[in-house]
């Protein structure tokens, strides 16, 4: 799924984690099945501004541990 996103809050955690809440940009309900379903998988997620993404995903690609 990819999908732009407004991050409407950022909290530090006691344990020293990140929470973030975010909403979905033109969210359908075939958006609101996928992301009920990754909150019980482990995921990752790219955040960057809209104009540093492709720089972004092509260097997490060149890095990724193979």
Do not use: C
């Amino acid at each position: 799924m990819f999908k732009g996103v407004e991050v409407t809050k950022v909290n530090t955690m006691a344990d020293g984690t990140i929470r973030l809440t975010i909403d979905l940009q033109d969210g359908t309900s075939d958006d609101i099945k996928a992301a009920y379903q990754l909150m019980h998988t482990e995921t990752s997620m790219l955040l960057a501004s809209n104009e540093g993404f492709v720089a972004a995903m092509q260097e997490l690609v060149q890095n990724y541990p193979s």
